[in-house]
Nanobody, 121 residues
Framework: QVQLVESGGGSVQSGGSLRLSCAAS????????MGWFRQAPGKEREGVAA???????SYEDSVKGRFTISRDNAKNTLYLQMNSLKPEDTAMYYC???????????????WGQGTQVTVSS
């Protein structure tokens, strides 16, 4: 059974940093596509960053230059380094995985439970 478990969320002030982690297990193709998504109250889930098996990445425009997605295949872990955080980054953050390369489209087969990120001004 596939499990994706996020951690690292929390509350920070504007301009601060957080590093999210997503530990994956039970997934044979962990080297395939993985991504980070977020959902704020009253808003649709949106793609934040994604990475493929070759290390190619894609970012949502508002986080470019501030967020960095990376993966450690040996540890089956996905990361999201978030710098220069803004109040508008406040949301529940989810990691996702699939064999299909959805990039920033939230249609992945496997999802974690999410970790809350709150940025205060």
């Amino acid at each position: 059974q596939v499990q994706l478990v996020e951690s690292g969320g929390g509350s920070v002030q504007s301009g601060g940093s957080l590093r999210l982690s997503c530990a994956a297990s039970g997934y044979t193709y962990l080297s395939d596509y993985m991504g980070w998504f977020r959902q704020a109250p009253g808003k649709e889930r949106e793609g934040v960053a994604a990475i493929d098996s070759d290390g190619n990445t894609s970012y949502e425009d508002s986080v470019k230059g501030r967020f960095t997605i990376s993966r450690d295949n040996a540890k089956n872990t996905l990361y999201l380094q978030m710098n220069s955080l803004k109040p508008e980054d406040t949301a529940m953050y989810y990691c996702a995985a699939d064999r299909v390369y959805w990039w920033l489209v939230p249609k992945c087969k496997y999802w974690g439970q999410g970790t809350q990120v709150t940025v205060s001004s």
